[in-house]
């Protein structure tokens, strides 16, 4: 395998062999390859070295895969995922050992495999968690083979090269953390002090955010960028106000007032209905969701966002409650209270200099004829004395 | 009367004089009380997030282009009141300018517009009544038919509100009349203004200004942190409510009483003078000056005076004159 610097294939890279096992053409596995590449605002060397990382299955991370409190979301919109389809995440790019869900064995058996797979890839399986994390009365609300979910968690935290937070109740505890939030449901981050828990925040999240998170995971061996959330940057850093499609409607003062009025069947803006766009971090107006197309997300059908991502609006503001404008981008440009138009504009130079150089020119004509007329008188008083 | 005790009762005239016009400029007339149906906005700077969806709403009311910057036409860059921009969100950010209405290291929105006051300076000068405050709305309105240009208005506003169209040579003078000038007239069709009725958040409250008043100390009495449930479009009407935290807010209401009052209101986190609010007593500017003028003309005794001591002083020139010419 190419294990020189810039990423590009030696000859035994076999394509046959990856088009065979993924069932893709070998252009549109480089083009699926370059998709998710671009997706990060990486270039082609990364796309390369996606598809090497892919087509090598010994680079396969194991993968340990828990669930807490939660309604199995993030795994079913998985489940649904077409860039790469699940069957060839789990089969080709990741080694996927323990799943509660997904695992075709049962009861102590898989315990038994998850503990086996957890000392032989010690320091080496990437974690993901999903569900958020009860840790009221030591954590008796979700058990696992007779194990909570905060000691299963802890567990496979110690030894992990990796942890990834998958939706908003792993990433900072979801729905089951609104008040009163009587089982103490936290984030996997926030019951993980001090390890690096790389959250997926969404309900359910887009698994294209998942997806190009582990891929860059397999290709690198190391965690995309994040911010102080633990998000990747290239997926949340900016808000869905920034990029959504209806923002023209609200820099022009256009609101949607009631589901079916008129504004709303114009698909004008739906702030006024409570969209949290301008408080809720996530890429969701430039990817939308699961490739169904045709604009299929909350605001992209008529619904105001609900800010499923951001801890602290959804499950926590009302739905139809205004949001916060956090940020105010271009073209919301403030004048400073200062600011003062000037009036003195080139047009008003202009009028003022034509408007000199009229007054200049009477000014000029009346000498010049002033002159010519003393110049007449002189002449007269001359021809006057002449005849005198 | 010899040249002497004309002197002095022509100085005693002028002492007597200007000891009535000191007492009687003291007296002068009072503020204007707002009109009996006057309506007007409260501008609530807490609630606004900057959208400037009443810019532009004032713009397609107005007829009025936006301000473009460079080659970009399709948004709004006007920095100050113009001759084409009646409304305007500016903004006051101090140090990092991170957290909105916040004075250390925050920001603040502002509105500016006309605010209608309840004694305009602006009607007060306007030598030729173009400017007229409307005895029943109180809308400061203005006819352009009957203005000279002479921009006078201009220097009586303490907001610097009316605005003249420089880049005419016809130019006229441009202000909000509250959307019900002649052609738009919404307020007589019992519309509210186009500001209030963009705003998203109730930001710009239209209203009768006692019931926006009331609407403003309601919320000043309310406890920092409560939740309030924010009328949105006409407070006598809302169209809809949302709920939001009561901030700390300033504890006046601007525009309740400053120089007289005006319709247009203002409510702030931060201290009015930071949103460029001019110092401004209790008493309107239309008041004292019309006072003072009132008085050195009344009944024309100044001028009278003047008259004769000017007389006086060319009598005794031309009589000086005579003099020295009778002694050559």
């Known amino acids: 395998m190419a294990k020189d610097s810039n990423f590009s294939f030696d000859a035994s890279t076999d394509f046959a062999a990856i088009e065979q096992r993924l069932g893709v053409s070998r252009r549109t596995f480089l083009k699926?390859?370059?998709?998710?590449?671009?997706?990060?605002?990486?270039?082609?060397?990364?796309?390369?070295?996606?598809?090497?990382?892919?087509?090598?299955?010994?680079?396969?991370?194991?993968?340990?895969?828990?669930?807490?409190?939660?309604?199995?979301g993030p795994t079913e919109s998985l489940l649904r995922s077409e860039q790469p389809t699940f069957e060839h995440l789990i089969l080709d790019l990741i080694s996927l050992d323990y799943h509660q869900t997904l695992d075709a064995g049962a009861g102590h058996r898989v315990e038994a495999v998850k503990r086996e797979a957890m000392e032989k890839y010690k320091g080496k399986y990437l974690l993901?968690?999903?569900?958020?994390?009860?840790?009221?009365?030591?954590?008796?609300?979700?058990?696992?083979?007779?194990?909570?979910?905060?000691?299963?968690?802890?567990?496979?935290?110690?030894?992990?090269?990796?942890?990834?937070?998958?939706?908003?109740?792993?990433?900072?505890?979801?729905?089951?953390?609104?008040?009163?939030?009587?089982?103490?449901?936290?984030?996997?981050?926030?019951?993980?002090?001090?390890?690096?828990?790389?959250?997926?925040p969404g309900c359910p999240p887009n698994p294209a955010n998942f997806l190009g998170t582990v891929l860059y995971f397999v290709t690198y061996g190391k965690l995309p960028p994040i911010d102080d959330k633990g998000r990747p940057k290239w997926a949340y850093s900016r808000l869905i106000h920034e990029n959504c499609y209806r923002?023209?409607?609200?820099?022009?003062?256009?609101?949607?007032?009631?589901?079916?009025?008129?504004?709303?069947?114009?698909?004008?803006?739906?702030?006024?209905?409570?969209?949290?766009?301008?408080?809720?971090?996530?890429?969701?107006?430039?990817?939308?969701?699961?490739?169904?197309?045709?604009?299929?997300?909350?605001?992209?059908?008529?619904?105001?966002?609900?800010?499923?991502?951001?801890?602290?609006?959804?499950?926590?503001?009302?739905?139809?409650?205004?949001?916060?404008?956090?940020?105010?981008?271009?073209?919301?440009?403030?004048?400073?209270?200062?600011?003062?138009?000037?009036?003195?504009?080139?047009?008003?130079?202009?009028?003022?200099?034509?408007?000199?150089?009229?007054?200049?020119?009477?000014?000029?004509?009346?000498?010049?004829?002033?002159?010519?007329?003393?110049?007449?008188?002189?002449?007269?008083?001359?021809?006057?004395?002449k005849g005198a | 009367?010899?040249?002497?005790?004309?002197?002095?009762?022509?100085?005693?005239?002028?002492?007597?004089?200007?000891?009535?016009?000191?007492?009687?400029s003291v007296q002068a007339r009072p503020n204007l009380e707002p009109a009996p149906d006057a309506v007007g906005m409260l501008f609530d700077a807490t609630l606004c997030v900057g959208c400037k969806a009443c810019v532009t709403k004032c713009k397609q009311v107005n007829g009025m282009p936006p301000v473009p910057m460079g080659g970009d036409v399709h948004a709004d860059f006007a920095l100050d009141l113009s001759a084409q921009t009646l409304n305007v969100i500016k903004v006051h950010a101090e140090g990092k300018g991170a957290v909105k209405d916040v004075l250390v290291d925050g920001f603040s929105f502002?509105?500016?517009?006309?605010?209608?006051?309840?004694?305009?300076?602006?009607?007060?000068?306007?030598?030729?009544?173009?400017?007229?405050?409307?005895?029943?709305?109180?809308?400061?309105?203005?006819?352009?038919?009957?203005?000279?240009?002479?921009?006078?208005?201009?220097t009586g506003c303490p907001y610097n509100v009316p605005q003249y169209d420089y880049n005419n040579a016809l130019g006229k003078i441009h202000k909000c009349q509250m959307c019900n000038q002649k052609g738009v007239e919404r307020i007589d069709q019992g519309m509210?203004?186009?500001?209030?009725?963009?705003?998203?958040?109730?930001?710009?409250?239209?209203?009768?200004?006692?019931?926006?008043?009331?609407?403003?100390?309601?919320?000043?009495?309310?406890?920092?942190?409560?939740?309030?449930?924010?009328?949105?479009g006409d407070v006598r009407k809302p169209d809809s409510f949302h709920e939001k935290a009561v901030p700390e807010y300033q504890r006046t209401v601007w525009g309740e009483k400053e120089a007289g009052g005006t319709n247009v209101m203002h409510l702030s986190s931060i201290p009015y003078d930071k949103l460029g609010m001019p110092p401004l007593g209790e008493r309107s500017f239309a008041s004292i000056s019309e006072g003072v003028q009132g008085t050195v003309y009344n009944y024309m005794a100044l001028p009278a005076i003047a008259l004769g001591g000017l007389t006086w002083l060319v009598r005794r020139n031309i009589e000086g004159g005579h003099d020295e010419g009778g002694k050559q």
């Open chain 1, 32 to 72: 699926f390859c370059t998709g998710v590449a671009a997706s990060f605002g990486l270039g082609t060397k990364a796309a390369f070295a996606m598809a090497e990382a892919i087509a090598n299955p010994a680079k396969r991370p194991p993968v340990i895969w828990l669930h807490g409190q939660e309604c199995t």
């Open chain 1, 128 to 200: 993901v968690v999903e569900g958020a994390i009860p840790l009221a009365q030591n954590g008796i609300f979700c058990k696992i083979g007779g194990q909570t979910m905060m000691d299963a968690t802890r567990e496979a935290a110690e030894n992990a090269a990796a942890i990834v937070a998958f939706g908003s109740c792993a990433s900072w505890g979801g729905v089951q953390s609104a008040a009163p939030n009587p089982t103490g449901a936290t984030g996997a981050p926030q019951f993980l002090k001090g390890k690096t828990v790389v959250t997926i």
């Open chain 1, 247 to 385: 923002r023209p409607h609200f820099d022009a003062g256009r609101f949607a007032t009631q589901f079916g009025d008129e504004g709303h069947r114009q698909g004008w803006c739906l702030y006024k209905l409570g969209c949290k766009g301008p408080e809720t971090y996530n890429n969701c107006p430039s990817l939308e969701y699961n490739n169904v197309g045709g604009g299929v997300w909350p605001i992209g059908v008529g619904h105001p966002c609900f800010g499923c991502s951001e801890q602290g609006t959804g499950f926590n503001k009302p739905m139809f409650s205004l949001a916060e404008v956090k940020t105010h981008t271009p073209p919301n440009a403030f004048p400073n209270i200062a600011d003062r138009q000037n009036p003195t504009s080139s047009t008003v130079v202009a009028a003022a200099a034509v408007a000199g150089a009229a007054v200049g020119a009477f000014l000029g004509a009346t000498a010049v004829a002033g002159k010519k007329l003393d110049g007449k008188q002189a002449e007269a008083s001359q021809s006057a004395d």
């Open chain 2, 1 to 24: 009367m010899d040249r002497r005790n004309f002197f002095k009762a022509s100085l005693g005239a002028t002492v007597a004089s200007a000891a009535a016009l000191a007492s009687s």
């Open chain 2, 110 to 154: 502002e509105k500016r517009s006309c605010m209608h006051c309840v004694d305009p300076g602006c009607v007060s000068v306007c030598p030729v009544k173009a400017l007229k405050r409307h005895p029943g709305t109180g809308i400061v309105s203005y006819d352009v038919d009957a203005c000279i240009g002479c921009r006078t208005c201009m």
């Open chain 2, 192 to 232: 509210m203004t186009g500001c209030a009725e963009a705003c998203p958040t109730g930001a710009t409250l239209f209203g009768t200004r006692a019931a926006l008043l009331e609407e403003a100390k309601r919320r000043l009495a309310l406890k920092p942190g409560q939740v309030y449930n924010y009328p949105r």
